[in-house]
């Protein structure tokens, strides 16, 4: 059964960094892209960043562009979502995404596995 389970979500103050862990099972991390997506009260979820199953290839949303930076340890089983200089607009829950080789890590409807997610919440 394949899990993935996000962590380090919480309070932070405007201007502040989270850094947020998903520890995934179930699967080989090696043979799947992966990508954080968050969902904000009365707004679809949205993509934030994302990296393929290499590791080579990354891709960010523009909110984020220069402020948040993600890493994958497949040995770990193990990805990563740094954000920095955070906003209230960054306010929402943030979830862990896997897909497999023919999908896009960064395509919503194309992912295979999701995380429960985890709340971020950035006070003024």
């Known amino acids: 059964q394949v899990q993935l389970v996000e962590s380090g979500g919480g309070l932070v103050q405007a201007g502040g960094s989270l850094r947020l862990s998903c520890a995934a099972s179930?699967?080989?991390?090696?043979?799947?892209?992966l990508g954080w997506f968050r969902h904000a009260p009365g707004q679809a979820r949205e993509f934030v960043m994302g990296?393929?199953?290499?590791?080579?290839?990354?891709s960010y949303a523009d909110s984020v562009k220069g402020r948040v930076t993600i890493s994958r340890d497949n040995t770990k089983r193990q990805v990563n979502l740094q954000m920095d200089s955070m906003t209230p607009e960054d306010t929402a829950v943030y979830y862990c995404?896997?897909?497999?080789?023919?999908?896009?890590?960064?395509?919503?409807?194309?992912?295979?596995?999701w995380g429960q997610g985890t709340q971020v919440t950035v006070s003024s």
């Open positions: 179930g699967l080989t991390l090696s043979s799947y892209g």
């Open positions: 990296v393929n199953r290499g590791g080579a290839s990354i």
């Open positions: 995404a896997a897909t497999g080789a023919r999908g896009s890590y960064y395509a919503r409807e194309q992912i295979d596995y």
